[in-house]
């Protein structure tokens, strides 16, 4: 059994974006193809995916590109004119998806998600998919109590347990490092008895970028985060 702790806000930094000429596509994710997340490729340079081969790539625009093998052409072989500016590839990728981005600060109905505060934080007051930086303390995010409420957490297989208090007039935890939040792990958190299943998924450090984050977010079911990219892009 381990014990949480309360710890002081933590802040993720928004990441630095490198130049991206305008027809350079990142990869999002490889399977049966020698690319890994991050990777930048010429989208007018011929790409070639044996069978059975699968890439999901991103452009500077926020178009997202699907690939399945046999493939043997240019993914993107027009130039585009001009790169667009960060926040506006940024809605073109949610509105792509259906993210609804065209109203970022209106508040969603109940079960069509919520507007986080921060991208990188963990809503632990329903259940789905959750997206980390790579190696980013795992900060939750909840309802704040009047008064100090018990928090539980264990992943799925069970192989620990963790308990403690969610600070009164709280609405966030940063986790110890003694808390492992491990990549692609189904954790149950319970918050003063409101159970939600959790899944985490760590983005590879290479994917800088923030277009490329939020389009990876999106792959994985974290919109709700990705939309909070979106806003804090907009400001």
């Known amino acids: 059994m ?27 994710d490889a399977k049966g193809v020698e690319l890994a997340a991050g990777a930048k490729i010429d989208g007018s340079a011929k790409l070639t995916l044996p069978a059975g081969a699968r890439l999901t790539l991103v452009a500077a625009d926020g178009r997202t590109i699907k690939l399945r093998g046999p493939y043997e052409e240019a993914p993107a072989p027009s130039t585009q004119a001009a790169q ?24 969603r109905a109940a079960g069509e998600g919520v507007d986080l505060p921060d991208p990188w934080i963990v809503d632990v007051a329903r259940s ?44 966030r935890l940063a986790l110890p490092a003694t808390i492992p939040i491990s990549d692609g792990t189904s954790y149950q958190i319970d918050l003063g008895g409101n ?36 806003r804090m892009a907009a400001r």
Request: proline letters at 5%; glycine letters at 10%.
């Open 2 to 28: 381990r014990s949480l702790f309360a710890l002081g806000l933590a802040v993720a930094a928004f990441a630095a974006v490198g130049s991206v000429r305008a027809n350079e596509l990142v990869v999002l």
């Open 84 to 107: 667009a500016n960060m926040g506006d590839a940024l809605r073109n990728l949610m509105n792509q998806r259906g993210a609804g981005t065209a109203q970022l600060g209106v508040v």
């Open 128 to 171: 789905g998919s959750r997206c980390l930086p790579a190696n980013a303390a795992a900060v939750l995010w909840g309802p704040s109590f009047g008064e100090a409420t018990e928090i539980k957490i264990e992943p799925a297989d069970r192989s620990w347990r963790a308990r403690g208090n969610w600070p009164a007039g709280q609405d």
């Open 195 to 230: 159970p939600a299943a959790i899944v985490v998924y760590r983005i590879p450090a290479a994917l800088a970028d923030p277009v490329a984050q939020a389009a990876w977010m999106l792959e994985k079911g974290c919109e709700d985060q990705a939309r909070a990219l979106a």
